[in-house]
Nanobody, 119 residues
Framework: QVQLVESGGGLAQAGGSLRLSCAASGRTFNSYYMAWFRRAPGKERELVATINWGGVSTYYAVSVKGRFTISRDNAKNMVYLQMNSLKPEDTAVYYC????????????WGQGTQVTVSS
């Protein structure tokens, strides 16, 4: 199990950038698969991006591909989401999540950080 704390959210203008950070505690962080999810008001939770334990394999939702980049620094127990060319529809609470296996659900979650993009 890992504890996750997100930071870096805030207000941005359309076309701008934000970088989200997720600090993880736990000795085995470098073996976890990590992801960013988001939930916009009145909408279902959406998977935004994932990254494998080594940081080599990534996945992006179609809605963010080419604009967002997920990365990790296992030495610092950190995961990042660089968000460029932001759009108003990116407005949501963003959550960091972790799981210990490539299969199965994400079981460890952060408290979320609000991202608001104005037009």
């Amino acid at each position: 199990q890992v504890q996750l704390v997100e930071s870096g959210g805030g207000l941005a203008q359309a076309g701008g950038s934000l970088r989200l950070s997720c600090a993880a505690s736990g000795r085995t962080f470098n073996s976890y698969y990590m992801a960013w999810f988001r939930r916009a008001p009145g909408k279902e939770r959406e998977l935004v991006a994932t990254i494998n334990w080594g940081g080599v394999s990534t996945y992006y939702a179609v809605s963010v591909k080419g604009r967002f980049t997920i990365s990790r620094d296992n030495a610092k127990n950190m995961v990042y989401l660089q968000m460029n060319s932001l759009k108003p529809e990116d407005t949501a609470v963003y959550y960091c999540a972790a799981k210990s296996s490539v299969v199965g659900e994400y079981r460890d979650w952060g408290q979320g950080t609000q991202v608001t993009v104005s037009s």
